[in-house]
C-alpha cells in the first residue's frame, strides 16, 4: 500500500490523484497531500530515523517524495539555546531553530523546494519555476541548476539587490515584476497554466509546502522526541506556520511522539505593514482582507495569504496568538534576515505581556540569513572610526574615544 493515499480538498474533502494539481475543481480549496497513517506506522521508527541522511530526507517516511534526487543535503539545521537572548526575556529554555545556515541557500525555502523538485523529476518536467519574494527564488535557481532542469523565477522589482543577485548567480531566467508579490503570483497562475511548467508554489504546491513540515520534525528530534511548550514563527502565506502545526500532529498520529503528549502553542509574527493574518484573528474573523504591503519584511508581505485563514485556524486550535512588529523593532534584536527580525520582536512582545512560563520550552524559528538583507541596516549601526596609519591617531581617535566615553 502507498503511503500517500490522494491529494484532498481542504474545503470540500473531494480527492483527486497524486498529479501536480492544486485547486479543487469543485470548490476551488487548496489541496493537500493525504497520508496513509497505518501504513507509515508500520515503517517508521526513531531508529531508521536516526540512522538517515543528516538532512530533511531522514524523514521521507512522511514526505510526498519516493527517491529524492534534489536537495539533498537541505534541512537538519541547528536548533540554538538562546542563553542571552533567554536572559533578557527571561526564559530559561529558549531556542533558536536556525535554517539561516540552510544549504544551499540560507534560508528554509531550501526545504520546501527540495521536496517540490524531488517530486517535479518524479513527474518529469524539465523545467522548474516560481512566484518569489526573493528567498524561493534563490532557492529554485540554485537547485534547478543542481538538478539540470531550466528554471524561471518571478520577483516584484523592488526586491533587495542581493536577493536579485542571488537568483542571477545561477543563470535563470529573472523576470523583475513592475508591482507587489500577489501581482507576481497572479501572472505566475497564468503562466503555469499557459506553459505547464513545474511552479514549485502554483501546481506543485501540495507537494512544495509539505518541505516545512521537516522544522517540525528536527525539532522534535533535537529535544530528544518531544515537543516544545510554544513555537513563535513568522507568517507570509500562513504555510510554513500551519506545517509545523501539522508536523507535530503527524508524530504523534505515528507513534513517534507519546500519544499524552502536548501540541505546542503557536504564535505567528506579521510586520505590521502587512498583517492580513492578523487583523483576522484578533476580529475573530475566518476570512482574509486582502491588503497593500509596506514593509521593510518583504520575503513576509503577501497581501492576500493563501494559507490565511488555516493559519488562523491553527493559533485558535493550539491556544496560540498572533502579533504584528513594526519596521523599527524589526531592526533591532539578532541578526537575521527581517522574516527573522519579525519573529524575535513578536517573541520579545509574548514574553513581556507573560505568555511563556519561565521554564516553559520555547522554539522561534529563524528562516532566512541576515546577510540577505542588509541594507535594512543602513543608518542603524555604529560607524566605522576612520584613522591615518599611525599609533598617534589610533590613540586619540580610537582609546581616547573609548575611555572618554
Known amino acids: 500500500m502507498a503511503k500517500i493515499k490522494a491529494l484532498k480538498c481542504k474545503e470540500c474533502g473531494r480527492e483527486y490523484p497524486v498529479e501536480p494539481l492544486h485547486v479543487c475543481e469543485f470548490c476551488f480549496g487548496p489541496l493537500e497531500v493525504d497520508y496513509n497513517y497505518d501504513e507509515i506506522k508500520q515503517n517508521i521508527s526513531k531508529d531508521k530515523i536516526k540512522n538517515g541522511p543528516n538532512s530533511l530526507w531522514r524523514y521521507i517516511d512522511l514526505l510526498p517524495v519516493e ?49 517540490a523538485l524531488s517530486k517535479a523529476k518524479e513527474f518529469g518536467f524539465d523545467t522548474a519555476a516560481c512566484a518569489s519574494t526573493g528567498n524561493l527564488a534563490n532557492s529554485v535557481s540554485a537547485l534547478a ?12 522589482a523592488n526586491l533587495e539587490s542581493n536577493k536579485i543577485i542571488g537568483s542571477l548567480v545561477f543563470d535563470p531566467v529573472v523576470v523583475a515584476v513592475d508591482g507587489n508579490y500577489d501581482d507576481v503570483n497572479r501572472l505566475s497562475s497564468e503562466v503555469a497554466n499557459e506553459f505547464g511548467w513545474a511552479f514549485v508554489n502554483i501546481n506543485l504546491r501540495p507537494f512544495y509546502s509539505e518541505g516545512s513540515k521537516t522544522l517540525a520534525f528536527e525539532v522534535a528530534e533535537q529535544l530528544n522526541w518531544t515537543a516544545p511548550d510554544a513555537v513563535v514563527a513568522p507568517l507570509a502565506s500562513g504555510s510554513l506556520y500551519t506545517k509545523i502545526w501539522k508536523g507535530f500532529n503527524e508524530l504523534k498520529t505515528v507513534g513517534i511522539l507519546d500519544e499524552n503528549e502536548k501540541m505546542p502553542r503557536m504564535y505567528g509574527a506579521q510586520a505590521s505593514g502587512c498583517s492580513p493574518i492578523y487583523k483576522a484573528f484578533k476580529e475573530g474573523r475566518d476570512w482574509i482582507t486582502p491588503e497593500k504591503p509596506d514593509t521593510i ?10 494559507d490565511g485563514p488555516y493559519a488562523v485556524k491553527v493559533a485558535r486550535e493550539s491556544q496560540g496568538d498572533i502579533e504584528i512588529a513594526t519596521n523599527e523593532e524589526i531592526i533591532e534584536g539578532i541578526f537575521t534576515e527581517t522574516a527573522g527580525g519579525t519573529t524575535i520582536a513578536v517573541l520579545k512582545k509574548f514574553a513581556e505581556k507573560g505568555v511563556f512560563d519561565k521554564d516553559e520550552v520555547v522554539v522561534a524559528y529563524i528562516t532566512g540569513n541576515g546577510y540577505k538583507t542588509m541594507e535594512v541596516l543602513e543608518g542603524h549601526l555604529k560607524e566605522p572610526i576612520h584613522i591615518k596609519p599611525t ?8 582609546v581616547g574615544a573609548i575611555i572618554n566615553k
Open 67 to 115: 527517491n529524492p534526487t534534489v536537495g539533498l543535503n537541505a534541512g537538519f539545521t541547528p536548533l540554538v539555546k538562546a542563553e542571552n537572548l533567554g536572559k533578557e526575556l527571561g526564559l530559561n529554555n529558549l531556542y533558536i531553530k536556525d535554517d539561516s545556515v540552510n544549504h544551499p541557500t540560507l534560508s528554509f525555502k531550501d526545504r520546501v523546494v527540495a521536496v
Open 297 to 306: 519584511a518583504k520575503s513576509i508581505a503577501i497581501g492576500n495569504p493563501a
Open 391 to 398: 599609533l598617534s591617531e589610533f590613540k586619540e581617535k580610537v
Open 145 to 156: 541548476a543542481s538538478a539540470g532542469m531550466k528554471c524561471f523565477v518571478f520577483i516584484p
